[in-house]
């Protein structure tokens, strides 16, 4: 509606611009015959003068109304390469990540105690299951499904290390996490961020697996990892994703 109003009031200003121009040559030449030549040349140089201001006019007009869509297009196309940037370089890698982490733990936990918690285990192997009475122990395929899992942490590590910049001042990620109705069963550590409570968990599975790690379970069971992590990387994507959509349509509407 907005650019439909800009076009017609410019199609408006050339046309007053004509007329006048049509109603000044035609009252020129009713009167011109009545002049001499050197008033004739006076009216003439007047009236080009006239329409030449008019003709200004409507240029500036036209040309500060250009350069403020430039202007908004430009910046418009700014804000959408930083939320592209987000998703292409950070958040999209991390839920690919986070996915087929999720898949193999999955695989992993069939078969499981209901209580069972791979640091926690991993810290203390020789702990009694309430559900199975029992201590479990580790199959080949356990172990290989935990270093597949493992590997895939490293690869989150690296991309907390060298992208999360790109996060901002994102309030969801960068400020204390306080887990939400149905993840706040577990007791988290506090005064940590989402990412960095990631991160903690990370390094200290891996460390327990490679027993570089052992008892003292109450020090480390807190580093658990953070459920709702995919949750809110796919909440954060979708968000951007609008945000994106929004832009595209704003840039169209400026083209037209």
Known sequence: MENYLLINS???LFLLISLTKM?????ANSI??????EVNAAIIACIGSVIAAFI????????????????????LLQSKQIFETKLDEFFIPLRHHLENSKTLFKIFQKGKPTTFRTLTHLLNKKQIY????RKLKLNKNDISLIKAIIKIGKKIEQLIHDKSYLIGDDAEFVKEYIPRPGYDNLPYEQDMTLLSLLASHLVTIRMAFNDDLSGQRNNFESFVFPNEINVRVNEKIIELETKISSIEAQILKLNK
């Open 10 to 12: 410019r199609d408006i």
């Open 23 to 27: 109603i000044m040559i035609n009252f």
């Open 32 to 37: 011109i015959l009545s002049f001499s030549a």
């Open 56 to 75: 200004s006019i409507y240029q500036t007009v036209i040309s500060r109304r250009d350069n403020k869509k430039n202007i908004t297009r430009v910046e």
């Open 130 to 133: 309430p559900d199975t009475n």
